[in-house]
């Protein structure tokens, strides 16, 4: 059997037409011109063999299958892309109801503000008889102690009154703490500390996961930081 000609082959020349559709209208878009280029080098190979007698009776189906796979993939991308945009409004919208609220978030930092009193939390990876958690300044001076006694593993909190080891009211800024955790056997109990303070403002960041400014904190933090709200 003699090759046709793709200009006499309706089903060849729909595939190359719409094909070059595709590459004159992406131009310059890095990512559909690797599929566009598939798409013509496709094309060419089926213009160049009789689409009833193929090399091996499975080529013609294998290269059709290609043809779905690619379309597949793009038609996937773009709906992971809008995903993604509606994730990402989702995530400010959530961002903007904890202005004005405490948030516990990955870090050990404290925000002593003008209430007097700050609040922190952390976790344990086992339980412990005695808790200990150590406020210190921002010169890294312990200014008080407040003892937890026993807990049991798990996320904790505590409230610290804003005060010294002596009762005397500190001015407010930022502090940090550290936890001392000891089992029944005197051996160290891990722990991750959690910082806390007041949302004052979100930034959105474009289309990326939003961070909230805490109060007495310099670095924003990211929304995915925020471990509860309080």
Do not use: C, E, H
């Not at 796979?69 to 109801?97: D, H, K």
């Amino acid at each position: 059997m003699t090759t046709s000609p793709i200009g006499s082959n309706p089903f060849l020349a729909s595939l190359q037409n719409s094909s070059s559709s595709s590459s004159s209208g992406a131009s310059g878009a890095g990512a559909l011109g690797s599929a566009n280029t598939f798409y013509n080098l496709l094309v060419t190979q089926l213009t160049n063999q009789d689409p009833l007698n193929p090399m091996s009776n499975t080529d013609l189906s294998a290269q059709l299958a290609q043809f779905s796979t690619a379309s597949g993939v793009q038609a996937m991308q773009q709906s992971l892309a809008t995903l993604t945009a509606q994730l990402a409004q989702s995530q400010s919208l959530q961002a903007a109801s904890l202005v004005g609220r405490n948030v516990v978030f990955d870090n050990n930092s404290l925000s002593l503000g003008s209430s007097g009193s700050a609040a922190g939390g952390f976790t344990l990876g086992g339980a412990a008889q005695k808790v200990a958690v150590q406020i210190n300044n921002a010169a890294g001076q312990v200014v008080d102690t407040l003892n937890l006694g026993a807990l049991p593993a798990g996320v904790q909190s505590f409230t610290w009154n804003g005060t010294d080891a002596s009762g005397t009211p500190l001015a407010a800024g930022s502090y940090s703490f550290n936890v001392q955790a000891l089992d029944a056997s005197g051996a160290a109990v891990a722990s991750t500390p959690f910082g806390s303070g007041q949302v004052v403002s979100v930034m959105l960041n474009g289309g990326s996961s939003p961070s909230l400014q805490i109060q007495g904190q310099s670095v924003p933090v990211p929304l995915s930081s925020v471990q509860g709200v309080m």
